[in-house]
């Protein structure tokens, strides 16, 4: 298991995340290399600030639940970056890093996904909710299979559950 990051280990994570992030960028205007590198960190840092301040709000508590868990403060960090805000509320937040995970992310690494974002989220939403509705928090690799092979065949005949599940992982 791993543990919820603390609003101080969520600041610390975003900031080296958003350092690292800047420093990867090409310096365009020829900024002589320190004070460029200097500028970048100070970008970050303002950005973590603005990011902290949001989680901070009182209508953001939902949010701010989520970012404890390390890898969706992750995608909050990238989804903040390449829109400058974020999701309204849980579900939508769910749904961006959902959509993030199955699909940008394996394009990015040139990894062809074996079902599109929409058709994955049915798929994977088909068995949460049995999951939810039998109160279960694991299952059998058998089991999840046969979940989810009828809602697979109803997309694509000839893809096993198998071999969703090991694109997944």
């Known amino acids: 298991d791993v543990r919820d990051f603390s609003p101080e280990q969520q600041k610390e994570f975003l900031e080296k995340w958003f350092v690292a ?3 990867r960028e090409p310096n365009e205007n020829k900024t ?3 004070k460029w590198r200097e500028q970048q960190r100070q970008r970050a840092l303002d950005r ?3 990011i902290v301040d949001f989680l901070a709000e009182d209508e953001n508590w939902s949010i701010r639940d989520l970012a404890g868990v390390p890898m969706l403060l992750q995608v909050i960090a990238i989804l903040w970056r390449e829109r400058e805000s974020l999701p309204q509320g849980r579900a939508e937040l769910y749904q961006a890093a ?3 995970l199955l699909d940008y992310r394996d394009r990015w690494r040139k990894i062809k996904p074996v079902l599109p ?4 989220i049915r798929v ?4 949460s909710f049995w999951m939810q509705e039998e109160s279960k928090d694991e299952v059998q690799r058998a089991e999840l299979y046969e979940r989810m092979q009828p ?4 997309m694509d005949d000839e893809l096993r559950a198998e071999r969703f599940c ?3 992982r």
């Open 124 to 127: 994977l939403s088909s068995v």
């Open 98 to 100: 959902l959509k993030y």
């Open 21 to 23: 992030a800047y420093l």
């Open 166 to 168: 090991e694109n997944l």
């Open 117 to 120: 974002a929409v058709q994955a």
């Open 48 to 50: 973590v600030r603005i």
């Open 151 to 154: 809602v697979l065949n109803t």
């Open 32 to 34: 002589p290399q320190e």
